[in-house]
């Protein structure tokens, strides 16, 4: 779908942006790529990987309306998926958090309006279901934006959708690589925040290929939810180190124990299809009528149940001690 079309990611220098290019020149034909983000170092690195003619590097903030809207122009479709993400870092300068996950994500549906740009897909977090920390509450308030804009864009403008998903193996900041640097430091004991954590799990390139598919099925207003296994925390110490030796550092600041995708509040607004859910707009597109239970594909969902929850501590996919082991493998 990409073939001879524009695409911009903003926060493209990240683990998603990578990956999403690499997948991308090698499937896809795109007339343009481009990787809008703040960090000139990050940019003049990701050139020396990825400089096929169709590249297109953007120095700027999505802090920045008008800098977004000179990125925009002649744009297809955007994945936006810059934003402050280290959960302690959030708890201990808040607002810094809000102006780029919220303030940011306003802009950047201000100026795909403006330039009319077709489809918009942001990217969420588990997190943002049931908020207990400020960067989930964040995500939170960027994804009810994304879900709104499909009334501020009007009948013939842009369509917003929200992809939310879990933790991403190996990306930066994670607990993998974390894990992976001490381990090479020849660290044997691996610090835990709590035995009993739970998490949802997906590699990079599942990522990418949901977020790609997602493009194809939106309507605009969906919130879309892989369904993908959980890791329970010792398990995957013992599938790194071969033991569950560990020593308990406690929950740091805004911290789950667990973390949930659709929350059971948000049942009645719940579909599941075949590989994933939709959480459905709660609130009415005054221009248009959608029936979210058949996408763009043809794919059908049904209604979950009422009672219906979707929570890393109660999947029925756990992953094993030996998938973990392989899953590490294909990931370094």
Not at 91 to 105: D, H, R, V
Not at 164 to 173: L, W
Not at 267 to 290: M, R, Y
């Given at each position: 779908?990409?073939?001879?079309?524009?695409i911009?990611i903003?926060g493209?220098?990240?683990?998603?942006?990578?990956?999403?290019v690499?997948h991308?020149?090698?499937?896809?034909?795109p007339?343009?790529?481009?990787i809008?983000?703040?960090?000139?170092?990050?940019?003049?690195?990701?050139?020396?990987?990825?400089?096929?003619?169709?590249?297109?590097?953007?120095?700027?903030?999505?802090r920045?309306?008008?800098?977004?809207?000179?990125?925009?122009?002649?744009v297809?479709?955007v994945?936006?998926a810059?934003?402050l993400?280290?959960?302690?870092?959030?708890?201990y300068?808040?607002?810094?958090c809000?102006?780029?996950?919220?303030?940011?994500?306003?802009?950047?549906?201000?100026?795909?309006?403006?330039?009319?740009?077709?489809?918009?897909?942001?990217?969420?977090?588990?997190?943002?279901?049931?908020?207990?920390?400020?960067y989930?509450?964040?995500?939170?308030?960027?994804?009810?934006?994304?879900v709104?804009?499909?009334?501020m864009?009007?009948?013939?403008?842009?369509?917003f959708?929200v992809?939310?998903y879990?933790?991403v193996?190996?990306?930066?900041?994670?607990?993998?690589?974390?894990?992976r640097?001490?381990l090479?430091?020849?660290?044997?004991?691996?610090?835990?925040?709590?035995?009993?954590?739970?998490?949802?799990w997906?590699?990079?390139e599942?990522?990418?290929?949901f977020?790609?598919?997602?493009?194809q099925r939106?309507?605009g207003?969906?919130?879309?939810v892989?369904?993908?296994?959980?890791?329970?925390?010792?398990?995957?110490?013992?599938a790194m180190?071969?033991?569950?030796e560990?020593?308990i550092?406690?929950?740091?600041?805004?911290?789950?124990?667990?973390e949930v995708?659709?929350?059971?509040?948000?049942?009645?607004?719940?579909?599941?299809?075949?590989?994933?859910?939709?959480?459905?707009p709660?609130?009415?597109?005054?221009?248009?009528?959608v029936?979210?239970?058949?996408n763009?594909?043809?794919?059908?969902?049904?209604?979950?149940?009422?009672?219906?929850?979707?929570h890393?501590?109660?999947?029925p996919?756990?992953?094993?001690?030996?998938?973990?082991?392989?899953l590490?493998?294909i990931?370094?």
């Amino acid at each position: 779908m990409f073939a001879n079309k524009s695409i911009l990611i903003t926060g493209g220098t990240g683990s998603f942006g990578k990956r999403f290019v690499s997948h991308l020149l090698k499937h896809d034909t795109p007339r343009k790529l481009i990787i809008y983000s703040r960090d000139e170092l990050k940019q003049f690195e990701m050139q020396q990987q990825f400089d096929a003619s169709c590249m297109r590097y953007f120095i700027g903030d999505v802090r920045d309306v008008n800098r977004l809207k000179s990125a925009m122009k002649d744009v297809d479709y955007v994945i936006h998926a810059a934003a402050l993400k280290q959960v302690p870092a959030a708890e201990y300068n808040p607002n810094e958090c809000i102006k780029t996950n919220i303030n940011g994500a306003q802009n950047v549906i201000d100026a795909a309006i403006e330039t009319n740009v077709r489809r918009v897909i942001a990217l969420s977090t588990d997190k943002a279901a049931n908020p207990v920390n400020l960067y989930g509450a964040t995500k939170l308030a960027s994804d009810k934006l994304f879900v709104a804009a499909n009334n501020m864009s009007g009948a013939s403008g842009p369509r917003f959708s929200v992809v939310r998903y879990g933790n991403v193996v190996g990306s930066r900041g994670s607990v993998v690589p974390f894990y992976r640097k001490l381990l090479a430091e020849g660290k044997s004991c691996l610090p835990v925040t709590h035995a009993e954590m739970t998490r949802f799990w997906i590699t990079l390139e599942e990522g990418v290929e949901f977020v790609i598919k997602n493009f194809q099925r939106m309507h605009g207003g969906e919130i879309f939810v892989p369904k993908i296994p959980s890791i329970r925390i010792l398990d995957l110490v013992e599938a790194m180190t071969g033991k569950r030796e560990h020593h308990i550092i406690g929950i740091r600041p805004g911290e789950k124990l667990h973390e949930v995708m659709v929350p059971e509040e948000m049942a009645h607004h719940s579909l599941e299809f075949d590989n994933h859910f939709v959480i459905t707009p709660a609130i009415k597109f005054f221009d248009k009528t959608v029936n979210y239970k058949i996408n763009k594909l043809g794919e059908t969902g049904k209604p979950v149940t009422d009672k219906f929850e979707y929570h890393s501590g109660t999947n029925p996919h756990f992953l094993s001690v030996e998938e973990l082991r392989e899953l590490d493998k294909i990931t370094l």
